[in-house]
């Protein structure tokens, strides 16, 4: 069955990105793959990177740890959400630990799994999931592989990033764990301060650049391609698409390409988004439709019917181009691309 679109994971980039996120950290790097990989698919990123040495994996639930399916051997896969009531069935049948994030969670797994090892995370600031810094002598008992935080701000020059980590480091001080990790993508750029033992890469592995340090260092990893469906001129004067947006001044050669905003080709690209065709440039023109795009192929007139075309989603230009964050841009990447 032809697929006329196709995401195409450039496993080297992949591996390049990793390598330098941990070479920056000066220590161990895991890999953030929840949500399907940030979208790219957990089963090839994962893969991937256990063959060149990361061995911490991280999901969201246990039903992304299941689909995962079995880990190379020494490789360790954490689920973040900890173990709710109806998870722990599925948590004591897994190979996975949890990341226990509340008390009632820590009670949950000390009754149900005893000494068996968890990974356990502390709210140093951001309020979302975690045990307070003050409640963690209730921690007692627990066998902690990693000891977790998150950062609320690292993406930004933020005084909360320091209290987090003056609280972090009190909190690893006091409580034993085999291994400490506070740092995300952003995290690993603030310096070698945030890096302990274990840093929790997600979207700089896959090309988003979450802060101006690791520009440069990080490359590409997902490259769109959609197939053009059809050439035509849209005479001057006439219009292209919904709501009849775009009006040409001159008569235009436009391709249409097979892909939309059910592909997570979001609308927000009108006006900014572009396709590359043989080294030229084709700007979108009008809406972005549920399954179609409308390029100006001026600058390559030889595209055809058939051709495929490259959607261009460097994700910081993307980002721009499209008003949104390069983490919805990843993770909106639908169900209809060929994954290669
Ligand atoms: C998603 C997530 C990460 C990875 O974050 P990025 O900003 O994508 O690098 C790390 N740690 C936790 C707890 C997360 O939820």
């Not at 039903?63 to 399916?69: H, P, V």
């Not at 009531?85 to 949890?98: I, K």
């Not at 995290?187 to 301060?193: E, K």
């Not at 949104?324 to 841009?329: A, C, D, G, P, V």
Request: net charge neutral; aromatic share 6%; charged share 25%.
């Amino acid at each position: 069955m032809n697929r006329p679109l196709r995401l195409r994971l450039d496993r080297a980039a992949l591996v390049a990105n990793w390598r330098w996120l941990q070479a920056t950290a000066g220590t161990a790097a895991g890999a953030a793959v929840k949500a399907d990989g940030y979208g790219l698919g957990a089963r090839e990123v994962t893969a991937a990177l256990a063959q060149a040495g990361c061995r911490d994996f991280l999901v969201s639930t246990w039903d992304e740890a299941e689909r995962l399916g079995d880990l190379r051997a020494g490789a360790s896969l954490s689920v973040l959400h900890g173990v709710c009531r109806d998870d722990l069935n599925e948590a004591l049948r897994s190979r996975a630990r949890p990341v226990l994030c509340s008390l009632e969670q820590v009670s949950r797994w000390r009754g149900a799994a005893g000494r068996r090892p968890c990974d356990v995370m502390i709210d140093t600031g951001m309020n979302r999931l975690g045990v307070r810094p003050e409640e963690s002598p209730l921690l007692e008992g627990l066998v902690i592989d990693t000891l977790m935080s998150h950062l609320a701000c690292a993406d930004e020059d933020h005084p909360l990033n320091a209290i987090q980590l003056e609280r972090f480091r009190a909190v690893a001080a006091a409580v034993p764990a085999k291994r400490a990790s506070l740092a995300n993508s952003a995290g690993i750029c603030l310096g070698r301060d945030y890096a302990f033992d274990l840093v929790r890469p997600g979207l700089a592995l896959y090309g988003g650049v979450p802060r101006a340090e690791a520009k440069g260092h990080i490359r590409q990893v997902a490259h769109l391609e959609a197939q053009v469906i059809q050439r035509r001129v849209a005479k001057s004067g006439e219009s292209v698409g919904y709501g009849a947006t775009f009006v040409a001044e001159r008569d235009t050669q436009i391709a249409v390409l097979n892909i939309g905003y059910a592909d997570g080709y979001w609308r927000g690209f009108a006006g900014g988004g572009s396709a590359t065709f043989e080294g030229a440039r084709l700007p979108l023109v009008g809406r972005v439709s549920m399954d179609l795009i409308a390029v100006d192929c001026s600058a390559a007139p030889q595209v055809r019917e058939g051709d495929w075309v490259g959607i261009d989603f460097d994700l910081p230009a993307a980002a721009a181009a499209s008003g949104m964050s390069q983490y919805e841009l990843l993770t909106g990447l639908g169900g209809r691309f060929e994954r290669c």
